[in-house]
């Protein structure tokens, strides 16, 4: 009897230890608490490679001319972000919404590319992540909240002719919800938006906790719920997307591993703009797709995006003389 007790007590102790060592890792979800991409992160996975690619941290790494962006949050962070201004101005300007365990240093060649193509970009990290303040994340009011001001800094430098929102997987949710309330946006790209957030912190759960899911899966939501400031379940991307009229651009991986193609199509079906449209970039993960894209990737989201926006309407003196008839 004595030994049974023992034996008991025994394993309890046991797995009160194999908790705490787990509980960390269990208990801390990425996807609230971001890992910091920074230059220190990025230097030192790419002396782990063996690809050849280029360790960029800086757009002036690509011989881009550009400046710093700090903006104050409604909460008292800093976000650190880059402006690269177009070589003609007025120009389109693209502002970048990274997704979570990201950073705007993932971003520099987009900015080159869509440089090259003619538009104004500008990029910052999310709050979080990056260089940027914070330690806990979501992509709720807050975030939308930081896009409104970063997007007032952008405008505040002259040479903006319509401005666009380009979001990548959980940027993504961000720069729709941030369309809707923002009408100075007047373009959108959607990359690897996932349907509902409930459904995609479901799949991230299986994932991270496996059979321990039911235990922390209810925490995790209640948590993101605080953060977003709203219930998860009002996080649906198909229904936000029919209150949206202006022009959008979808894209998806055809072996995206974090966001089903049948999500993102159903955000397409359900977008209210007449004006939409959706490229599956074919053997891309969740996060190659626009290496896999390469030149055309860029050229289909320039090409929608110069022949979708509003054109500058230019005053003419018929027209005044038009409207001093009335």
Same mark, same amino acid.
Request: charged fraction near 25%.
């Given at each position: 009897m004595i030994g049974r007790i023992f034996y008991f007590i025994s394993s309890i102790i046991f797995l009160l230890g194999v908790f705490i060592i787990l509980s960390p890792t269990l208990l801390i979800p990425d996807v609230i608490y971001p890992v910091r991409i920074d230059s220190t992160y990025i230097a030192f996975h790419a002396g782990q490679q063996t690809e050849s690619d280029s360790v960029l941290? *800086?757009?002036?790494?690509?011989?881009?001319? $550009?400046?710093?962006?700090?903006? /104050?949050?409604?909460?008292?962070?800093? *976000?650190?972000?880059?402006?690269?201004? =177009?070589?003609?101005?007025? @120009?389109?300007?693209?502002?970048?919404?990274?997704?979570?365990?990201?950073?705007k240093l993932l971003y520099i060649d987009h900015l080159r590319q869509f440089h090259d193509r003619g538009f104004n970009?500008?990029? !910052?990290?999310?709050?979080?992540?990056?260089?940027?303040?914070?330690?806990?994340? +979501?992509?709720?009011i807050p975030s939308v909240d930081d896009v409104k001001r970063f997007t007032d800094s952008v405008l505040e430098k002259k040479g903006t002719r319509n401005l666009v929102f380009m979001g990548i997987g959980i940027g993504a949710a961000i720069a729709l919800?941030? +369309?809707? !309330?923002?009408?100075?946006?007047?373009?959108?790209?959607?990359?690897?938006?996932?349907?509902?957030?409930?459904? $995609?912190?479901?799949? &991230? =759960?299986?994932?991270?906790?496996?059979? #321990?899911?039911?235990?922390?899966?209810?925490?995790? #939501? /209640?948590?993101? +719920?605080?953060l977003l400031q709203y219930p998860v379940k009002e996080l649906d991307l198909r229904e936000i997307a029919t209150y949206t009229s202006i022009p959008t651009f979808f894209i998806i991986g055809s072996d995206d591993e974090k966001v089903f193609t049948s999500e993102t199509l159903e955000v397409f079906e359900a977008?209210?703009?007449?004006?939409?449209?959706l490229i599956l970039v074919k053997g891309a993960s969740h996060?190659?797709?626009?290496?896999?894209?390469?030149?055309? &990737? &860029? /050229?289909?989201?320039? @090409?929608?995006? #110069?022949?979708? *926006?509003?054109?500058?309407?230019?005053?003419?003196?018929?027209?005044?003389?038009?409207?001093?008839?009335?």
């Amino acid at each position: 009897m004595i030994g049974r007790i023992f034996y008991f007590i025994s394993s309890i102790i046991f797995l009160l230890g194999v908790f705490i060592i787990l509980s960390p890792t269990l208990l801390i979800p990425d996807v609230i608490y971001p890992v910091r991409i920074d230059s220190t992160y990025i230097a030192f996975h790419a002396g782990q490679q063996t690809e050849s690619d280029s360790v960029l941290l *800086l757009p002036s790494d690509l011989n881009l001319k $550009y400046s710093e962006i700090q903006v /104050n949050t409604i909460d008292d962070l800093k *976000l650190n972000g880059w402006f690269v201004s =177009a070589p003609d101005t007025p @120009a389109n300007t693209i502002i970048f919404i990274h997704d979570f365990n990201e950073s705007k240093l993932l971003y520099i060649d987009h900015l080159r590319q869509f440089h090259d193509r003619g538009f104004n970009t500008a990029v !910052y990290d999310l709050r979080a992540h990056g260089s940027s303040g914070g330690n806990e994340f +979501s992509p709720g009011i807050p975030s939308v909240d930081d896009v409104k001001r970063f997007t007032d800094s952008v405008l505040e430098k002259k040479g903006t002719r319509n401005l666009v929102f380009m979001g990548i997987g959980i940027g993504a949710a961000i720069a729709l919800q941030a +369309s809707v !309330y923002d009408n100075r946006c007047k373009g959108l790209v959607l990359q690897s938006p996932f349907s509902t957030y409930e459904k $995609y912190l479901d799949k &991230y =759960a299986e994932k991270k906790w496996g059979f #321990m899911k039911n235990i922390w899966f209810p925490v995790l #939501m /209640n948590k993101t +719920s605080e953060l977003l400031q709203y219930p998860v379940k009002e996080l649906d991307l198909r229904e936000i997307a029919t209150y949206t009229s202006i022009p959008t651009f979808f894209i998806i991986g055809s072996d995206d591993e974090k966001v089903f193609t049948s999500e993102t199509l159903e955000v397409f079906e359900a977008s209210g703009t007449e004006k939409k449209e959706l490229i599956l970039v074919k053997g891309a993960s969740h996060d190659k797709i626009a290496k896999e894209g390469g030149e055309t &990737y &860029y /050229n289909k989201i320039s @090409a929608f995006l #110069m022949n979708t *926006l509003p054109k500058q309407t230019k005053t003419t003196r018929f027209k005044k003389l038009v409207l001093n008839d009335h």
